[in-house]
């Protein structure tokens, strides 16, 4: 079974801080693929990032970045200078490699309010 | 570039009533899913389709019925619909390659039974 907590329910920051989402995840698959989903007030899921299991480098994005640890099966996503645009539910996913297509497994969201 | 279009994006149906969600896809996807997002929760998997005529079963199946008659429909059908499954409902698709892709996600469609 495959399991993503993510144990931030809700964060507040100001905007031009740093936040940090963490997700930790649990598969018995030796390959896999982790997604990051962002879900605005208006409620329609965007899509953020997709990182297979065979890649640890971390990756950046304009102000966003990811960083996986398969050794601690975590893939945390941080907003560097958050803005208010960035008030959001957060997502994070897992998928299994093979023959699975996008059958994700969400956790169940950090709510993220920037404020001015 | 429509995408994945989901109707109706409301809907409000008394216990017992039954209907049906649609969702089409023009990208020539072959694989589809349709997901439920309760209050305050990530989103479940209840039905995928790898293509035409071939579906399964995910996390929430019970109280649903799918069908793929073609590669663009994957309708979600509730035949009796109970206020547990008041949620809002996605329906996504992704194509079929060597490598997985990211799905596409309609806009959703919010469901209240009562």
């Known amino acids: 079974a495959q399991k993503v907590t993510q144990a931030q329910t809700e964060i507040s920051v100001v905007e031009k801080e740093d936040v940090t989402l963490d997700c930790v995840y649990e598969?018995?698959?030796?390959?896999?693929?982790l997604f990051w989903y962002k879900q605005p007030p208006s409620g329609e899921l965007v899509f953020l990032i997709r990182?297979?299991?065979?890649?640890?480098q971390n990756e950046i994005s304009g102000r966003y970045s990811w960083n996986f640890q398969k050794s601690t099966s975590s893939f945390n996503f941080t907003i560097t200078a958050s803005q208010v645009v960035d008030s959001a539910v957060y997502f994070c996913a897992l998928s299994p490699f093979r023959g699975g297509g996008n059958k994700l497994t969400f956790g169940t969201g950090t709510q993220l309010k920037v404020e001015l | 570039n429509a995408g994945v279009t989901q109707t109706p994006k409301f809907r409000i149906l008394k216990i017992g009533q039954s209907m049906t969600l649609q969702c089409a896809q023009d990208?020539?996807?072959?694989?589809m899913y349709w997901y439920r997002q309760d209050p305050g929760m990530g989103l479940k998997l209840i039905y995928y389709s790898v293509g035409a005529g071939i579906t399964d079963k995910g996390e929430v199946p019970n109280g649903y019925n799918v069908s793929r008659s073609t590669t663009e429909d994957f309708p979600l059908r509730l035949e009796l619909a109970a206020p547990s499954q008041t949620s809002v409902y996605f329906c996504?698709?992704?194509?079929?390659?060597?490598?997985?892709?990211?799905?596409?996600f309609g806009q959703g469609t919010r469901l209240t039974v009562v």
């Open positions: 990208m020539n996807h072959n694989y």
């Open positions: 996504a698709s992704s194509p079929r390659s060597p490598v997985n892709t990211e799905a596409f």
């Open positions: 598969t018995r698959d030796t390959t896999y693929y």
């Open positions: 990182r297979n299991s065979f890649d640890e």
